[in-house]
């Protein structure tokens, strides 16, 4: 990344406009801003996989879906950043950058995770500015907004002709990150050790359920999203953590392990 190399975005806006002449005599209020996203607080496996999405009320919209390829180093008072550059009008810009979205995210609309898959494994920034200037600054903070649920089921006969469906109801996010309500299925068979997983979104209250089903049938359901809430789990922090779920027939309890907290929550249920 040594050079940047010339972004591959779709401009639906007169562009042309924003780089006519700008000599001093002329009206510079006419010219772009120089747009300068920061990425070098960014993991190298996110900023891999990042979307630049910029738009304005005037209907001026940018994107680079391959915004990676066009970062590029930059040294200045002996320290290096990963930047990315841009040109955009001197106006209020709303700024969406994505990394991870499987290919659900579109502009104006955010992701929208389809009845039957799982959420993708989803960081995201967004930031509201104000660029009516030469030059704009913009350090690129990217979230989880994801947590990955895994299942564990606890049985003496090792026997599992079942599957794991978790339902909820939040089903994507708006382009400001905030999360969009609507139907979330998802359904996995767990491995031969009882074991399996699934992405959710964030979450606005207790609702997730996980149903053990038996083709259309199902035999037995859980108020997931309570014992995670029980544990004291975060659905508002900046960066989501994993949980594990146990799942013990024989001992009629569940537990529950958030990723980095020592402690582990166990509860009775009715099996």
Not at 61 to 89: Q, W
């Amino acid at each position: 990344m040594d050079k940047c190399r010339r972004p591959s975005v779709l401009l639906i806006a007169a562009t042309a406009v924003l780089c006519m002449g700008c000599s001093i005599k002329e009206d510079r209020s006419l010219c772009p801003c120089a747009l300068v996203l920061d990425f070098s607080g960014v993991a190298e496996n996110v900023a891999e996989f990042a979307e630049v999405y910029i738009s304005a009320a005037d209907g001026f919209l940018y994107s680079d879906t391959e915004a990676y390829a066009n970062i590029c180093s930059d040294e200045t008072a002996g320290s290096v950043r990963r930047i990315y550059n841009a040109k955009v009008p001197k106006t209020s810009l709303s700024l969406s950058v994505v990394s991870g979205d499987g290919h659900f995210y579109s502009q104006g609309r955010g992701i929208s995770i389809p009845l039957g898959e799982e959420c993708p494994p989803v960081y995201m920034h967004y930031s509201e500015m104000n660029a009516a200037m030469e030059k704009y600054d913009e350090t690129v903070r990217m979230y989880k907004d994801y947590c990955r649920i895994t299942v564990r089921m606890l049985s003496a006969s090792g026997d599992y002709p079942f599957s794991l469906t978790v339902k909820g109801n939040i089903c994507g996010y708006s382009p400001d990150r905030s999360v969009v309500e609507g139907d979330f299925s998802f359904t996995f068979v767990p491995a031969s050790d009882g074991t399996g997983s699934v992405r959710v979104p964030r979450q606005t209250d207790d609702s997730l359920i996980l149903q053990i089903r038996d083709g259309n049938r199902v035999l037995r359901e859980f108020a997931l999203g309570e014992y995670v809430a029980e544990s004291g789990y975060d659905w508002e922090a900046e960066n989501l953590s994993d949980v594990e779920i146990a799942i013990d027939y024989a001992n009629s309890n569940i537990t529950v392990k958030v990723e980095g907290w020592s402690d582990i929550f166990e509860y009775d249920v009715v099996i």
